[in-house]
């Protein structure tokens, strides 16, 4: 296959290939396969070590780029020691969290929009996508004489919020009206559950995988939850003009109120990330906190480290839209509360803003401007009574929470408990599910047990799990982040399916781990189902059709390479090494890895049948070959070998 | 005889509230209607005419509670009150006046200017005073007011007609426009009892408790509602509180002329509200702040179920929205020292109670107007505790000799006890005299 052949087909942008037929396809992947290989093996010679191999043997790595390499990763190199400069210039994450002589408390409000098909006093349904102001009934325009109804649909998301907080509902909560001046809020007022909420003393556990530095659990007590009316959406235009869209006003909300006892700025971002998983684990709320369903006011005061007595003054920060900006602004705003105390100044209890992105929190009012809300127990509304029964039926159905299941997928399924996160994270928790459905596929496929159904949250884990599953959390993870940078166009569903079908996903990495196809191919086929280029249902008939299947080389075969690349004059250097290994005494020296990883890579680069070959079989063969055969032999070669040089010498 | 009508309705429409008595010969301005609905000549048989007071909505004619603010506003709905009535024949006939959102006691309080009775210079009460006097006039058979806090019974008393305001929640709320909700009832005017005819039903469930009760004539004690004398003052400091709440909606954004941008709330409000309401907010306001919570709007709420209590002790029917378990019974040692005792077990219980409407009779609307606005909330006395209790109340009028002016006397029930009331008013009536404004042969 010459070279010509690159030009036939036009690399896409996505990393596709533009292709017409099954037959031209087939060529492709195999020429893929082909190119990709001949490209990862010239590096590897060039770097002279063997490293991309042993991480190919894995089944882990990317595609890498058929680019010219050097270049590459001479950027790569250049990128990653400009990160690293940049880095030392900037204070490290882990510096930015705690001050020596000062202690922190956070308190934080979150508001969320519950998951439920009604607002919370009225029939309309609230959406983000309807165009403007077409959502909205008499009463969340605030018509004169109409009256709210309390949308008994509501508790449901509620009560489950509730309950995922670890809170004690309440068997009778009231609402009562807030009151404030702003065009976002056509009554003047908003109604919450300030003196008797729906819910109270509740808790989050905070660890290391929820962004916790270092072992340590913080333990952080919800005071309370409630239910209350969100506002309308405001546009500002030029010249001081603002478009109001009501399809928001009176969504149902819940808001969360932590104590004030989160310790640091980590400690805050990943108490609301935490909180938003237990949400969304719980069913109870629709969107992330990116999309803006989320959002969070915190309480910032600092008090000197050692010191008794109450917390320091605190100062609310308002309106952050991110985890970042969480983070961000508790330390912006706890440095200026240090700044001010140090330079002997008093810390005035006053709300603040964030813009994203700044550095420095900024003075909305101070306390004297703070807005006297005149709390009333709203006269329309009667108490919310909630039968106990449905807390407990509530508290049956509900699933597992984050922390169960990632305690599940890290032991259990044998993930790190990075990748558990990220998958739990991931297309609002779509992407966890679509782990599940490949297991349960990958499951079938492996029992041949076609007709049985497993539950579908909870597939059996398989029989090994160290290498199954793992592998399969990997290609959801990383194989499938890797086929475009914009995770929508993968179309996650809730129920766990996407663009590339979890079967077809399962049959690819079924036969990978049969070692019935080569890496390579199991890439270039997920990326054809990507692409669209193999229909769905149709990767058995695709590596069939184009005889993609792996037929390795006999173990005779094998050595057969073996030695034909040892018996190349230029590694004689590379099998002293191996050579000094065996005869060492006292075991100092480590096996040179490295080198038997070159050799394996000349076998991949030398062997006629290379497409037919596995890397690991390879090295399985080369490495007991070294051991039996050519270590053996350079000893007694170097016996007879240095007579001879001793002869020549003599001579 | 009809020929009146449509000139009449002409006349009425042409500018707001031009009044005219069913004496077409006697042409004043009574300033009672804000608008009018041209009805047919020929109402069916079974129908009959209704005046809605402005803050009751109607699709068919604008609610502006008399204010500002909603002078140009059309409800996209309908009262849910007035669509039973309608249901049930009525045809309405206009929108009365009123004091601006319900606030006042003698209607004069109200955009449209004051409203006056038919042959005087009489103060009509308020706040339902354009509906009082659409239903002494005979251009309305029944009037809808709406009672916070005697809203409906003052000027039934001024006017000489009946005025009735049901139980708290009986009636439906939806669609009429709050002052205080927790307050806010709907009532019913008219100058004869048929009223009480509005549902057979009803009517046949009071008839026979009817005939039990009084067949046997009824017996008269005096009773005592010690905590009455603070009702006044915790209605004054609970209905500011939530009309302040209710009223923050007209902010110039929506409702209402919009003031200059900087300060756009305070400037619309200031312009768009009438005197008193501004005085009701701040009121409203004050005792809602952080600061005053505790001391006005809390006491006052705890004088109100003391109020409530007071009512119970008295009445020999249960609460039925009081759980027994949750309230001790009644101990003799809690019954202050003034209450009379009927026997050792205590004082005496009753089925109705029996008071003056207002302490005054009407005043001139030329005094009503110069009034301060302690005067004018002081006429609210005796109305106020049964708003407070949500009972129901029905004001009959009787006749003052020689003066030619209207004394209207209360008779207060048990909360949901209307069927029976509305029978014992009648009964009272029947005996105090039907009086001018009733005709023969409409009981």
Known sequence: ?651 | MRTGFRLRTLCLRCSRGYGVTHNFQQRRLLNHFVSKEEIPFDLPKDAFTLAVKDNIATESLPTTCASPFLTPYTSPFEATIVAQLRERGAVVVGKTNLDEFGMGSHSTHSAFGPVTQPDSDLSPGGSSGGSAVAVATGEAAVALGTDTGGSVRLPAAYTGVVGYKPSYGMLSRHGVVPYANSLDTVGLLSRSYNIAELDPRIRAAWAAAAAAVLGARARVVPVSLPSTRHALSAYYVLAPAEASSNLAKYDGVRYGARAAASDTYAASRAAGFGGEVQRRILLGAYTLSAEAMDNYFRQAQCVRRVVRRDFDRVFRLGNPLVDEEDEAPFDLSDVPEEVEMQSKLGPAQVDFLLCPTAPTLAPGVDEARGMGELEGYVNDVFTVPASLAGLPAVSVPLAVEGDGRWAGLQVVGQFWDDARLLAVAREVREVLGVGRRGREGEW
């Open chain 1, 1 to 651: 296959m010459g070279n010509s052949g690159f030009e036939k087909y036009k690399r896409l942008p996505s990393g596709g290939f533009a292709l017409s037929g099954p037959a031209e396809m087939a060529e492709a992947l195999r020429l893929q396969n082909w190119r990709i290989r001949r490209e990862e093996e010239r590096r590897q010679g060039e770097m002279a070590t063997g490293e991309r191999i042993q991480t190919r043997r894995l089944a882990t790595t990317s595609t890498p780029s058929p680019s010219p390499p050097a270049p590459v990763w001479k950027l790569r190199k250049d990128s990653k020691a400009h990160s690293k400069a940049a880095k030392s210039a900037k204070p490290s994450k882990a510096a930015l969290q705690f001050v020596p002589g000062w202690d922190l408390a956070v308190g934080i409000e979150i508001h969320a929009q519950l998951n439920t098909p009604h607002k919370l006093f009225s029939p309309a349904s609230p959406s983000a996508h309807a165009p403007p102001n077409t959502r909205v009934a008499p009463f969340d325009a605030a018509l004169p004489g109409s009256q709210p109804v309390f949308q008994p649909g509501v508790l449901i998301p509620a009560v489950r919020a509730a309950l995922a907080l670890r809170c004690a509902v309440q068997p009778a909560s009231r609402f009562d009206r807030k009151h404030y001046f702003h065009w976002d809020q056509p009554a003047g007022y908003q109604i919450t559950q300030y003196y008797a909420p729906l819910a109270r003393d509740g808790s989050v556990t905070l660890r290391a995988r929820d962004g916790l530095l270092g072992d340590e659990v913080e333990v952080v007590g919800i005071q309370q939850v409630q239910m209350e009316q969100d506002t309308a959406k405001t546009l500002a235009q030029p010249g001081g003009v603002q478009w109001v869209d009501l399809n928001r006003a009176g969504a149902a909300l819940v808001e969360i109120i932590s104590r004030p006892t989160m310790r640091s700025p980590a400690a805050a971002a990943a108490f609301v990330r935490k909180v938003q998983g237990l949400l969304r684990g719980a069913d109870a709320c629709v969107v992330g906190m990116e999309e803006g369903g989320l959002r969070a006011d915190v309480n910032v005061s600092v008090k000197r480290a050692g010191e008794a007595g109450p917390l320091g003054t605190r100062v609310e920060v308002k309106n952050l839209s991110s985890f970042k900006a969480v983070e961000d602004a508790v330390v912006a705003e706890r440095d200026r509360q240090i700044a001010v105390l140090e330079g002997g100044g008093l810390v005035e209890a006053e709300t603040r803003g964030w813009t994203v992105g700044g550095t420095e929190t900024r003075r909305l009012r101070g306390k004297e401007g703070e807005v006297d809300y005149r709390y009333m127990p709203d006269p329309d509304l009667g108490p919310v009574v909630v039968d106990p029964r449905l807390v407990e039926h509530l508290a049956e159905r509900s699933g597992m929470s984050v922390d169960e299941e990632l305690d599940e997928l890290v032991g259990r399924y044998g993930l790190t408990e990075k990748d558990a996160v990220t998958l739990t994270g991931l297309d609002d928790g779509n992407r966890v599910q679509y782990f599940y459905n490949v297991l349960e596929a990958l499951e079938t496929l492996r029992t041949g047990n076609w007709g049985e159904h497993h539950a579908p949250h909870q597939p059996e884990p398989p029989q090994d799990p160290e290498t199954l599953s793992r592998l399969a959390a990997n290609w959801c993870l990383h194989k499938l982040g890797k086929l475009t940078n914009d995770s929508s166009l993968l179309a996650m569903t809730p129920n766990g399916e996407c663009v590339v079908p979890s079967g077809d996903l399962a049959t690819i990495i079924h036969h990978l781990h049969e070692h019935d196809i080569t890496a390579k191919t199991a890439n270039a086929l997920l990326l054809g189902l990507f692409s669209g280029d193999i229909p769905p249902g149709h990767v058995r008939q695709t590596i069939d059709e184009q005889q993609l299947w792996f037929h390795e080389i006999s173990r005779d075969e094998y050595a057969a390479v073996a030695d034909a690349v040892v018996a190349d004059g230029d590694v004689k250097a590379v099998l002293d090494e191996f050579l000094k290994y065996y005869q060492q005494e006292g075991g100092k020296k480590q096996y040179p890895e490295g080198k038997l990883m070159f050799l394996v890579g000349r076998m991949m680069r030398v062997g006629e049948k290379a497409e037919s070959m596995d890397p690991g079989s390879a090295e399985g063969v080369m490495r007991k070959r070294i051991k039996e055969v050519y270590v053996p032999r350079m000893m007694r070669g170097a016996g007879g070998g240095g007579e001879g040089e001793g002869k020549a010498e003599g001579v």
